[in-house]
Nanobody, 124 residues
Framework: QVQVVESGGGLVQAGGSLRLSCAAS????????MGWFRQAPGKEREFVAAVSWIGITNYADSVKGRFTISRDNSKNTAYLQMNSLKPEDTAVYYC??????????????????WGQGTQVTVSS
């Protein structure tokens, strides 16, 4: 079993930055690929970014060049640095862990463990 806890959400103006953190516990962190998803009101949960256990990354087109996913295996933590934020980035952001650790999955079904989410609100 793996527990996943997100932190770092908040309210920011358009053009600003936020860094989300995702702490995982329960099993060796390197066992998992880590991903970020988001869900805006009335919309489906969508893929944002993923990082394999050795640091290979994958991004949704909507965030490429603005968001950076990373991980620190020594701290059992993954991060999502979000720059140049737009109002359309407003959503609840979820961190998830996937046993497909050599890959960077973008499908929700590839992730076994999920956090409770953290709200990110971008004002115009």
């Amino acid at each position: 079993q793996v527990q996943v806890v997100e932190s770092g959400g908040g309210l920011v103006q358009a053009g600003g930055s936020l860094r989300l953190s995702c702490a995982a516990s329960g099993r060796p962190f390197g066992t998992y690929a880590m991903g970020w998803f988001r869900q805006a009101p009335g919309k489906e949960r969508e893929f944002v970014a993923a990082v394999s256990w050795i640091g290979i990354t994958n991004y949704a087109d909507s965030v490429k060049g603005r968001f950076t996913i990373s991980r620190d295996n020594s701290k059992n933590t993954a991060y999502l640095q979000m720059n140049s934020l737009k109002p359309e980035d407003t959503a609840v952001y979820y961190c998830a862990a996937s046993a497909k650790r050599w890959t960077t999955p973008s499908a929700r079904s590839d992730y076994e463990y999920w956090g409770q989410g953290t709200q990110v609100t971008v004002s115009s």
